[in-house]
């Protein structure tokens, strides 16, 4: 049966942190695994009174079908939102509605790349981008990220080596690694993918969840030769799959014939919805509930690892987003620490699926912290650093540790 399939079926991979989650779905287990939003903070009432009334007001129209582009007065608002927030002047037209982050990264791959292309992504980087950009059969060059930013350096040199035609980032609050660019970086990166060329698509899913820290400028700030991604996912509710890309004319005719020949158009019935709730509330006073609620759980969670882990472990204290990544000692695998977790009812993923290599990020691991409460959070770091203690005393690792 197996000949029959795309030979592109045979080298993409199933998405790992979906494997994870089936096992993390027994309400005993503590999960750190999935990039999840807190449901305790979607706005239900709201959602449901905009619902109502997109329904009562305009419902034949609503329930038909729409233009490719999307709803016309989110895409302002949007256009808006990017002017008082950003100081980017971006015009509707250059605003495509998709279902999702995850639909804007697949349909900037049909778009751009064919067999063989190379595309440039952070090290770790973020596992949906990996999968997506891996069906299109791609060749990926992986440059580190340092502690400001992805490695512009190697970033140049890796450019100059290979002609690639992409360079996906996730510069705010970056998944898996919470790791932020510098302004100074953002700057590096888009001189650097001008010189040589090179597309920036730049996913800024987290950019809003800031809780600690100033404010930054896009890369798009600074370079127009950059696809700008958002999504209300984590700012209202991933349920309604709703995101965008921002694109430049002559690329945004292109999205919007492969957008076209994928399902016609995004959702009409939640863009209605999106837009009356966002008529109705403020936005901005939401968002600040969400930033409230995680700054305490990052705090809660890097405290928790401070107490309880043991020396050696190291770990981000990222200024928003949702996740912590945890740097174990060079010969400590998280995999044996991810099994020996779950028997103790604790999930998290390993870290070597953010990686486009079989070999780097076998000590690694990321933290989901948005999506546990208090409790969930001390009890399970404390079960964690108990299996980490565990694993480091185990006598052949103390050897590798002793004698690497």
Known sequence: ???????RMQITRKSFIREILKVTQQPEVISFA???PNPGLFPVEEIASASTKVLSDDGRTVLQYSTTEGYLPLREFIAQRYLKKNGLTIDPGEILITNGSQQSIDLIGKIFLNKGDRVVVEKPGYLGAIQAFSIFEVEFDAVPLLEDGVDTELLDRTLSENSAKLFYTVPTFQNPSGITYSKQRRKDVANILKKHNVVCVEDNAYGELRFTGEDLPAIRNYSDNTILMGSFSKIIAPGLRMGWICARKEIMEKLLVAKQAADLHSNHLSQRII???LLDNDIDEHIVKIKDAYGERRDLMVSMMAEH?????RYTKPEGGMFVWVTLPQSVSSLDLFELAIEENVAFVPGNPFYTDDTS?????????????HEQIEEGIKRLAVCLKKLMKDPKVADLQNNP
């Open 34 to 36: 999935g990039g999840l």
């Open 1 to 7: 049966m197996h000949t029959i399939f795309a030979d």
């Open 309 to 313: 882990f043991p020396e050696g472990v």
């Open 275 to 277: 837009y009356q709730y």
């Open 361 to 373: 990020g076998s000590n690694t691991l990321r933290l989901n912290f948005s999506n546990s409460e």
